[in-house]
């Protein structure tokens, strides 16, 4: 152990001293600290991935810290989504709030900020107001390419990460230096070619190794040691013990990117997206409310009541209820997962015919 000698001295600084650890490392210093304590991260996703990498962001003591996260919690997530556990579920949360609460008692020190809402052309802007990064804990391309987009309008950096498996990747993204995620991966793949939670599982392990990756970029980032980034995309076989670097910074350098070449922001602009999403491993699909109005649960629950298997449940943050073979999570912003069905169009049927057009 190291001695309380060797310690660096924080002056009664109550702020500092829960660091010391950290404070001994040369890469973070007490300035380096302070610099991370005056840090804003926003993270948009907070499953997998995020729960590891909010959690370690905290512990960090990066100043302020949003999450972004449209999904409720269910039994499954607990196998790979560290932050989260079975109170949680019977308390009915959403994973932002859930996380939210579960940091707070954490850290103090850090003003933690849960949002349930979908980020989306028409609101990630204002999610992401004042961030230093962009942190992501997505689990589909679409959401990705809207950050990206964003990150490279604003010029701030933000870094990417996916697992599936037993592997996966991650890339810290410094607009007009590094390359883009649309320099990399001009167009998402096909559904039917890519694989899912669902068809291919997760190994809880490789979501720690990969956010952990995503968790070092981002603490370079926010203090200020860009040199030290690593400007490679980074493959990770969890199961085979390998990691490998590759160089993209070809695709920037020789190529024309549409996003940050061209600057066209087709999925921050609405150009490209769509308004219901398969979820990951999840057979549900997310439909998204048009029209902007707050929903009342207690009216909702009273027109479904006599066609719901049970009684409608709710709380301040989100309804369910049982429609036959579907099950329906409606969120305060009009949004809905609807879970039995991977069909976007059977979803929007079901939104439509229980919620409302």
């Known amino acids: 152990m190291t001695s309380q000698e060797t310690l660096p001295r924080t002056d009664g600084d109550s702020n500092l001293s829960r660091y010391a650890r950290q404070l001994i490392l040369p890469e973070v210093g007490e300035p380096g600290q302070r610099r991370l304590l005056n840090s804003r991260a926003v993270l948009v996703g907070c499953g997998a991935l995020g729960s590891f990498l909010a959690d370690a962001l905290v512990r960090a003591g990066v100043g302020q810290l949003r999450i972004v996260d449209r999904d409720y919690l269910e039994l499954n997530n607990l196998q790979r989504q560290v932050l989260f556990d079975e ?3 019977a308390e009915g949360l959403p994973k932002a709030e859930a996380a939210a609460r579960k940091l707070r008692r954490v850290n103090s020190l850090v003003e933690v900020e849960g949002v349930v809402e979908d980020a989306d052309a028409r609101n990630v802007e204002r999610l992401c107001e004042r ?4 942190l992501d804990g997505t689990d589909n391309f679409e959401t990705r390419y809207l950050l990206n987009d964003l990150a490279v309008k604003t010029a701030r950096p933000w870094v990417y990460g996916a697992v599936i498996g037993t592997g996966g990747l991650c890339m810290p993204i410094l607009p007009n230096e ?9 167009h998402a793949p096909p559904p039917e070619l890519s694989p899912t939670c669902d068809t291919a599982g997760v190994l809880g392990p490789a979501v720690s190794m990969v956010a952990a990756f995503q968790a070092v970029e ?8 860009r040199d030290e980034l690593t400007r490679r995309l980074i493959h990770i076989d ?4 390998r990691v490998t670097l590759l160089n993209v910074q070809k695709a920037y350098e020789e190529g024309d990117c549409r996003c940050c070449r061209q600057k066209r922001f087709d999925y921050l602009q609405g150009r490209l997206g769509s308004s ?7 057979n549900a699909v997310q439909v998204s409310h048009v029209g902007g109005a707050r929903i009342s649960f207690e009216q909702v629950a009273a027109k479904l009541a006599p066609v719901a298997e049970q009684a409608p449940t709710y709380n301040q943050f989100m309804l369910k209820a049982r429609l036959g073979s579907h099950e329906i999570a409606l969120f305060a912003d009009g949004r809905a ?7 976007a169009e059977e979803a929007r049927t079901i939104y439509a015919r229980y919620i409302g057009a």
């Open 87 to 89: 109170a949680d579920i």
């Open 131 to 134: 961030a230093d990064i962009l």
């Open 178 to 186: 590094t390359a883009c995620l649309r320099c990399v991966f001009e």
């Open 218 to 225: 981002a603490l370079k980032i926010l203090l200020g040691r």
């Open 238 to 241: 969890a199961w085979m013990g």
């Open 276 to 282: 219901a999403a398969r979820l990951c491993g999840r």
């Open 337 to 343: 997962i609807i879970k039995g069905t991977d069909d």
